[in-house]
């Protein structure tokens, strides 16, 4: 595959040799155990966002990662906010990255998940009215369903007053759904922090400075400082930085 902006690898075996596909899912692959890894953007003075939207801050590098990491998942979550506000549609690979699938003995595509405690919902949102694989929305036990949310998405209710996120990752994983993706925001990042869910970190650094204003890529309770061990740092031509941290 040809790209217009090249990404190398700066650590722990640093090359100035352009990385194609192959080896950039190499370099993120799949773990050999149940694993949630989170997938984020932020500027170099940690905004989220540029005018509102993370769109802002993703070039041709992170958006070509963001494809990968969506190719070597099972699950995508991503919070009710962040599909509403972001625009999401239904999630969908090119004939490249299905066929990698289908020869990994995967499913042609990866199963949104949306995490929604109010269930604020628009059923014909086309992320659930023209998904190719059945969403999942994890809930909790009386938020009241929209008309329609029924038939086009599994309502899965985990947690009374909140959403319990240990208990719908078992669910998840109860489906087969072990290699979990989430995209965000930050506020779903901070809760499954703080519930000890998160295994890994990738982080792109876009050379920019969005000023005052964006929040940071994680939001809401304080919870336990966590380690995480620096697995790799990929610099693309364009000035961006792709970390990648995970747990020992």
């Not at 990255?97 to 998940?113: A, C, F, I, K």
């Not at 007053?161 to 990752?169: Q, S, T, Y």
Request: hydrophobic letters at 45%; glycine letters at 10%; aromatic letters at 4%.
């Amino acid at each position: 595959m040809s790209v217009g902006i090249p990404i190398s690898a700066l650590w722990p075996e640093p090359s100035a040799r352009p990385l194609d596909d192959a080896a950039l899912t190499a370099r993120y692959g799949r773990a050999d155990r149940p694993h949630l890894r989170m997938n984020f953007v932020t500027s170099v003075d940690g905004g989220v966002a540029v005018d509102g939207y993370s769109a802002g801050l993703s070039g041709e590098p992170d958006k070509r990662v963001f494809g990968l990491l969506r190719m070597l998942c099972d699950a995508l979550v991503v919070a009710a906010g962040t599909l509403r506000h972001e625009g999401y549609r239904a999630v969908r690979l090119n004939e490249r990255r299905r066929t990698w699938r289908r020869e990994q003995g995967l499913s042609e595509y990866p199963t949104l998940v949306v995490v929604s405690g109010s269930l604020d919902l628009d059923p014909a949102q086309a992320a659930f009215a023209d998904a190719p694989v059945r969403p999942v929305v994890l809930t909790r036990a009386d938020a009241p369903a929209p008309p329609g949310l029924a038939e086009v998405a599994d309502v899965v209710r985990c947690g009374d007053d909140r959403v319990d996120l240990a208990a719908g990752l078992a669910e998840l994983r109860r489906r087969g759904l072990d290699q979990v993706l989430c995209e965000g925001g930050p506020h779903l990042f901070g809760a499954l922090t703080a519930a000890d869910l998160v295994d890994e970190v990738c982080l792109t650094v876009a050379p920019l400075l969005a000023g005052a204003g964006p929040g940071r890529i994680t939001a809401g309770d304080p919870s336990q400082v966590r380690h995480l061990l620096l697995r790799h740092v990929l610099a693309a031509a364009d000035g961006v930085l792709m970390l990648r941290y995970a747990r020992d």
